[in-house]
Antibody, heavy 113, light 114 residues
Framework: EVQLVESGGGLVQPGGSLRLSCSAS????????MHWVRQAPGKGLEYVSA????????YYADSVKGRFTISRDNSKNTLYLQMSSLRAEDTAVYYC??????WGKGTTVTVSS | DIVMTQSPDSLAVSLGERATINCKSS????????????LAWYQQKPGQPPKLLIY???TRESGVPDRFSGSGSGTDFTLTISSLQAEDVAVYYC??????????FGQGTRLEIK
C-alpha cells in the first residue's frame, strides 16, 4: 500500500524558512515523479512544485519560483520542499502527491507574526 | 500552462437525482500516441485530502461506486453522479496530468443537497 507522510509544517514568521519532508513507502519511489500541492484555508487546490524521478528536472508555480526548492533523496525515499522568504499567502495545507491516486494527509504551514 | 475551468462553481441537486460537472481545458489533454486523455477527477471532503474518483477521463478507480462516471475527450470533460447520495456532498476537482511535471486543477465545484 502506498503511503506518503508529510512533516515539517508549523508556524513561521513572514520572511522565515521551513523545510517540508515527505516520507514515501509502498512503491518504488525512485521510479516516479513527485509533486507538492497546497490548499489555502477555504480555497482550492494549487500546484506548487514537481520533480522528476531522478531529480534532474524540476518545475515551480510562478507564485513560489525563486523562493521554494524541491528536492528528493531516492536512497531515503524522501521528498523535500525547502521554503524561504515565506509570505502570509503561503499559509496552506501542503500535500505530497504521487500521481494520480496517492496523496498524503498533508502538513499545515502557517505564516504569521 | 494548461488552464482547467470547471462549471458550475456550485451545484445543488436533490437526493437520487443526477449531478453533472463540466471541465474544460485550454488545450487538448489527449495524447495521440496512446489515445489517452490525461484527465482525472477528485472528490474532497472537509479535513481530508482529495480522493481519486476517475482517471484517464473515464476509468473509475477501484472501490469508487458505479454511480460516478467520467466522459469526454480532448478539451471537454464531464463528471456525472447518476443518483446523488448524501455522502456525495463534497467539492469536486478536475486535474490534467498531460504535462507530467506541471499538473493543473480546475477551481472546484461545490456539490450540495437541494
Amino acid at each position: 500500500e502506498v503511503q506518503l507522510v508529510e512533516s515539517g509544517g508549523g508556524l513561521v514568521q513572514p520572511g522565515g524558512s521551513l523545510r517540508l519532508s515527505c516520507s514515501a513507502s509502498g512503491f518504488t519511489f525512485s521510479s516516479y515523479a513527485m509533486h507538492w500541492v497546497r490548499q489555502a484555508p477555504g480555497k482550492g487546490l494549487e500546484y506548487v512544485s514537481a520533480i522528476s524521478s531522478n531529480g534532474g528536472s524540476t518545475y515551480y508555480a510562478d507564485s513560489v519560483k525563486g523562493r521554494f526548492t524541491i528536492s528528493r533523496d531516492n536512497s531515503k525515499n524522501t521528498l523535500y520542499l525547502q521554503m524561504s522568504s515565506l509570505r502570509a499567502e503561503d499559509t496552506a495545507v501542503y500535500y505530497c502527491v504521487k500521481l494520480v491516486n496517492s496523496w498524503g494527509k498533508g502538513t499545515t504551514v502557517t505564516v504569521s507574526s | 500552462d494548461i488552464v482547467m475551468t470547471q462549471s458550475p462553481d456550485s451545484l445543488a441537486v436533490s437526493l437520487g437525482e443526477r449531478a453533472t460537472i463540466n471541465c474544460k481545458s485550454s488545450q487538448s489533454v489527449l495524447y495521440s500516441s496512446n489515445n489517452k486523455n490525461y484527465l482525472a477527477w477528485y472528490q474532497q471532503k472537509p479535513g481530508q485530502p482529495p480522493k481519486l474518483l476517475i482517471y484517464w477521463a473515464s476509468t473509475r478507480e477501484s472501490g469508487v461506486p458505479d454511480r460516478f462516471s467520467g466522459s469526454g475527450s480532448g478539451t471537454d470533460f464531464t463528471l456525472t453522479i447518476s443518483s446523488l447520495q448524501a455522502e456525495d456532498v463534497a467539492v469536486y476537482y478536475c486535474q490534467q496530468y498531460y504535462s507530467t511535471l506541471l499538473i493543473t486543477f480546475g477551481q472546484g465545484t461545490r456539490l450540495e443537497i437541494k
